[in-house]
Every structure is written in structure tokens, then in C-alpha cells.
């Protein structure tokens, strides 16, 4: 027979166990959540929409924002009525701290008639680049980007995309691959082949960006479907892609984006209406994935892979405290000492209603 002395050991090891490894938020690998921008009044949010660039030390975070205006439990609180308003995050000690920039201006309600062709001779290979792919969020005029020498202080542009002859508006968002000098993919969305959905996009260009031709839908067949498409290349011509759904799907190309096949789901279910994965190739190889779960407990989720994306590790938390759905939109970044820099947007109940965008430093060495 078992002593109670030994059930009460084993009861009480386990829960040190449990506090040690399956906590809600894991502690040991978490270094700090700082803010990158939060005003009182003002709705922000997509980091995945507008992109993350980094040099070293220096991080830069694209994000949007307008008026808030609560509307109700289930719905972004931002006045539609206002003009909207681009803004960047920029940190020059590897996200410790964080100054906000506003480069570029969409007050105008002329703005998106204003792109045009982009001559082309762009240099992705340009130490100080920056591609800015921007979608237009009321859906009534053209995809656009912008690029940038000197690490997004400033920026040449509005530049059309094309529609790559599909039904609807392009939803151009801030995920690209640069293969060389004058070589670049963009990962875009377009509507899905009845106009309804989406269907995950792989776009190239090899004049700098003065032409932009269709490679390939990721997933197979008419009914191949998903949004916000990132990609990582593993070789000279292996690229795995993420894209979201209600979870996250995973996408391997043997042949440089020219078809793909589906490897596995990393996650199976992001909360409602799902999250857009962030996906990065750390120095040591790995594969780090950052997600937002929009069901309770509303939380910042990373996951990692050693063999290509092939298997991922348990999801383990970054943050659990988000005050309701709006949070993730992620973009990661890793640092020269090793440690992830993830930014996102989150409502936080020690700031405010408003959403704000913060940034999560952690070590995936732990």
C-alpha cells in the first residue's frame, strides 16, 4: 500500500513540475514586454500588415492607427470616419526602448489615387533597405509600396502593384525575400477564384520592381485558400511559407515558389477568425513562429523547429494577459546576441481600452 506520505510527495513534485514548465506564461524565457506606442484616444494595430526590419541593434515596426471609438465587445474600436495615419516604431538598442515616427503621410483623401508606376532598379541588396508593402484597408483603390535607403527615415513612393489578373483588390502586406540585386518575391493575397476568401500569392520581380509577374498560388488547386502569406527561404531553392486560416498552415517549395505542397499545421486553431503567423530563420538555424490566440486566455504563443519546419515544438506563451480578442499581428525579429524581439498589438489592462503596440524580448536558446 502506498503511504500518504508518498502521495503527498508526488502531488507536490508534480506541481513544481507543472510551475516550472506548463505555466500559463513561461517566465524563464520572457526577458521583458515594453511599449512601443500607446496613446490615449487612438486606435493602432497591424504589425504583420506593415512589417519589421531590422540592422542589428536596430529594430524598426510598421503599425496603422486612426481615432478610437469603442463600437462593442466584437469589433475594432476605430473611428472609419477619420483619416488614418501610418506609424513607425524604431528602436536603436535592440527594443529596450522605442521611438514612434510618422514618414508617411495618408491623411489626404486623395492619397491613393496617387501611386504610380515604380521605374524600376530598385536595390534589395542595399545595406540600409526597407520594402513597405501597404494594402488599402477601405478597399477602394490600389495596393501600393514604397521603398526606402536609409532604413525607413524616408521613402520613395506610393508605387502600384498589379492585380495579376485576379478578381477584387490585391491585399498587399509586408512580406517579401530578397534573392539578389535586382531580384525579389513578394507573399501578397489576393481574393479567392469566386472573389470571396483569399488565396495565398507568390509575386517576383527581377527588374527592380518595375514589373511584378505571378509565380505560383501556394496550396494546390481553385480551392487552395488562406491569407497573409510569410515565408522563410531553407536553400537556394527551398522556401517554406506560413499562411493563415483558422490556424496556420505550413508550405514547402522545392523549386524556388514554383509549386507547393502542404507539410503540416502548426496550429490548429488561432481563436477567432485566426492569426496571421510571424516566421524567421534564427542564426542557429531554427525556425522561430510567433502567433496571437484570439480565445481565452487571450495570449502571445511562440513555437520553434530544428528539422525545416517538419515538426514544431509545444506551443509555449509569451504573454497570457490581453484584455479581450485584439491581440497578435506579429512581426519577430532576432537580435546579435540571440534573443527574439516580437512586437504585436494587444489591448493591455494596465494602459487603457485603446489597443497599443508592444514588443515581447525573450531568449529561444531557454
Known sequence: MISVTVVVFVLVLAALVFGACGSPANASVVDKHVVVYYEPGRFVQGVANRGIWSWGNEIMVGASGGAYLY?????????????????????????ETWSVE???????????????????????????????????????????????????????GPFKLPSFDTPGVLAARTSYLVNGKRDCMLFVTVPGATGKGGRPLCARTVDGGKTWEFVSFIGAGPEASGIMPV?????????????RSRGISSYLSRDNGGTWEHVNDPVGDAGQQ????????LNDGRLCLTYGVRSEPYRMCAKLSSD??????????????????Q????????????????????????????????????DPGK
Open 102 to 156: 510618422r514618414p508617411i503621410d495618408e491623411g489626404s483623401i486623395d492619397f491613393f489615387s496617387q501611386a504610380v508606376d515604380c521605374p524600376g532598379d530598385m536595390d534589395f541588396t542595399h545595406p540600409d533597405f526597407a520594402l513597405n508593402l501597404l494594402l488599402n484597408e477601405s478597399g477602394d483603390g490600389p495596393p501600393r509600396f514604397y521603398y526606402s535607403y536609409d532604413r525607413g527615415r524616408t521613402w520613395k
Open 274 to 281: 485566426g492569426n496571421p503567423p510571424a516566421l524567421i530563420r
Open 231 to 243: 515565408a522563410v527561404r531553407l536553400s537556394e531553392s527551398e522556401i517554406l511559407a506560413a499562411v
Open 71 to 95: 463600437k462593442g465587445p466584437s469589433v475594432h474600436g476605430i473611428d472609419r470616419s477619420q483619416p488614418r495615419q501610418e506609424l513607425q516604431g524604431r528602436s536603436l538598442d535592440g527594443g
Open 308 to 325: 525545416r519546419g517538419r515538426t514544431w515544438s509545444d506551443e509555449f506563451v509569451l504573454r497570457d494577459d490581453a484584455a479581450n480578442w
Open 327 to 362: 491581440v497578435g499581428y506579429s512581426r519577430s525579429a532576432q537580435r546579435p546576441d540571440g534573443k527574439v524581439v516580437t512586437a504585436y498589438y494587444i489591448i493591455d489592462p494596465k494602459l487603457g481600452p485603446e489597443p497599443c503596440v508592444a514588443a515581447t524580448i525573450w
